[in-house]
């Protein structure tokens, strides 16, 4: 009997102890499961009002984009109504400029040059009517006394490719530098249409008289990559070239142009063994940085300036300064260059970066060989370096 009592005493005291162990696991259970539920419906309440909060900072993002679309694009269109009208009057000036100066010298007008064949390109064409401001009327007479003075107008072309932007730069594979999320395409007037230009989140269209071609600047947005923009356009393209907007730098010193006879380059094309021939009235082509026009070496030379640069940045000066003064420096008998007598077009292409570099991009060069060829410069200088160009390419062929 005492044996079956503890025995029962024991079994019950188990059987207590697995009671409150079951219970304490069960309140355990219940007070996790109560605890889950309480963090998620505060999660639930978080996420609700972060919704709420994003939803109300899209409506205001919306709400400022829509404002300042508006306002950019009011602004624009009278930029563009100005720009229009100023160009249409610099164009009848500069008309009456050259005809006149064509009378005094007795020279017929000329006829408006056949936009040129891309296949089977012409050797040589006639001036167009020019679209920019040229300072005073030129002739081929020879110029002398106060008519040798620096002739530089730096000219904003009125056209919507040329519009400052803001200068971002990315790079290819093999490391050569273009102007991000752009590419650039040159054909004819023709071709345009099949482009379909609406497939970029942004394009640009210029005519270029002197080329006879038409120049797109397009900006592919996020939608797509440059490489396959490039792929699409090839495929619709039957005449002319497509490529990144490449990015070119300088070549050479920039110090300051030394003012010395013993250094200047008529005395030192002597010294090297070759005789230069030095022809009045020749028009000679410079693509390169801005030119110091003040600089005492141009104190007797004819220099005519055309901007070409689309980015808002500082324009450099030193190279162009330098090159010029090696083409047509004229300051008496202190510092002569190769041909004194020559009349300089010098096209600006150069800027400079966030980052502190000198650099031109090829739609700016393609621009400025359009310039010069309706000018009919006789020969171009260009000292810069860079990758290889589709464009660039064809524009000077």
Same mark, same amino acid.
């Given at each position: 009997?005492?044996?079956e ?5 024991q ?5 207590e102890?697995? %009671?409150?162990?079951e219970?304490?696991?069960?309140a355990?259970?219940e007070?996790?499961e109560?605890?889950e539920?309480? &963090?998620?419906?505060?999660?639930e ?5 972060l ?10 993002v919306?709400?400022?984009? *829509?404002?300042?679309?508006?306002q ?5 269109? !009278? ?6 009208a100023?160009?249409e009057? +610099? @164009?009848?000036?500069?008309r $009456? ?7 005094? /010298?007795?020279?017929? &007008?000329?006829?408006p /040059?056949?936009r040129?064949n891309?296949?089977q390109?012409?050797a040589d064409r006639?001036k167009?009517?020019s679209?920019?401001? *040229? &300072?005073?009327? !030129?002739?081929?007479?020879p *110029? ?6 620096? @002739?530089s107008? /730096?000219?904003?072309?009125a $056209?919507?490719i #040329?519009?400052e932007?803001e200068?971002f730069e990315a ?18 007037e023709e ?9 970029? &989140? @942004?394009s640009?269209?210029?005519y270029l008289e002197?080329?006879g071609l038409?120049?797109v600047r ?7 990559t ?5 792929a699409?356009i090839?495929?619709?393209l039957d005449?002319?070239?497509?490529d ?7 070549e050479?010193?920039n110090?300051?142009v030394?003012?010395m006879? %013993?250094?200047?380059p008529? /005395? ?7 005789? =230069?021939q #030095?022809?009045p009235?020749?028009k ?12 005492p ?7 005519e300036?055309?901007d070409?640069?689309s980015?808002q940045a500082?324009r450099?000066?030193e ?6 003064s090696? +083409?047509v ?13 020559? =009349? +300089?077009?010098a096209a600006?292409?150069?800027f400079?970066?966030? @980052? ?8 700016s060069?393609?621009r400025a060989?359009d ?5 009919q ?8 370096s860079g ?6 390419? +064809? %524009?000077?062929?």
């Amino acid at each position: 009997e005492q044996a079956e009592e503890e025995a029962e005493e024991q079994a019950e005291e188990e059987a207590e102890e697995q %009671a409150e162990e079951e219970a304490e696991e069960q309140a355990e259970e219940e007070a996790e499961e109560q605890a889950e539920e309480e &963090a998620e419906e505060q999660a639930e309440e978080e996420v609700d009002g972060l919704e709420n909060r994003l939803e109300q900072i899209e409506n205001a993002v919306r709400e400022t984009e *829509t404002n300042a679309e508006r306002q950019s694009r009011e602004a624009t269109e !009278k930029n563009e109504e100005r720009s229009n009208a100023v160009a249409e009057r +610099l @164009k009848e000036r500069n008309r $009456e400029l050259e005809d006149a100066a064509r009378q005094r /010298s007795g020279i017929p &007008a000329r006829l408006p /040059s056949a936009r040129p064949n891309l296949r089977q390109p012409p050797a040589d064409r006639t001036k167009p009517q020019s679209n920019g401001v *040229t &300072a005073g009327a !030129k002739t081929n007479r020879p *110029t002398t006394g106060s008519d040798r003075r620096i @002739k530089s107008q /730096s000219r904003q072309r009125a $056209e919507t490719i #040329a519009a400052e932007r803001e200068y971002f730069e990315a790079f290819d594979d093999i490391g050569d530098a273009y102007v991000a999320d752009e590419l650039i395409i040159l054909t004819d007037e023709e071709n345009i249409e099949k482009l379909n230009l609406d497939r970029f &989140a @942004k394009s640009e269209v210029e005519y270029l008289e002197g080329l006879g071609l038409v120049l797109v600047r397009a900006n592919v947005g996020d939608t797509q990559t440059v490489d396959a923009g490039i792929a699409q356009i090839s495929a619709s393209l039957d005449i002319g070239r497509v490529d990144r907007n490449h990015v070119y730098e300088t070549e050479g010193i920039n110090d300051p142009v030394p003012i010395m006879d %013993a250094r200047a380059p008529s /005395s030192l094309s002597v010294l090297m063994g070759f005789a =230069h021939q #030095a022809l009045p009235n020749i028009k000679l082509g410079l693509i390169d940085t801005g030119i110091e026009t003040s600089h005492p070496v141009f104190e007797n030379s004819v220099i005519e300036i055309s901007d070409f640069v689309s980015f808002q940045a500082d324009r450099p000066l030193e190279h162009g300064t330098n090159v010029a003064s090696i +083409l047509v420096g004229n300051q008496d008998t202190v510092y002569t260059g190769l041909n004194p007598n020559a =009349h +300089l077009y010098a096209a600006s292409v150069f800027f400079n970066t966030p @980052k502190g570099d000198r650099v031109a991009t090829a739609e700016s060069l393609v621009r400025a060989l359009d310039w010069l060829v309706r000018e009919q410069v006789s020969v171009i200088n260009m000292s810069l370096s860079g990758p290889p160009n589709e464009l660039l390419e +064809l %524009a000077i062929r």
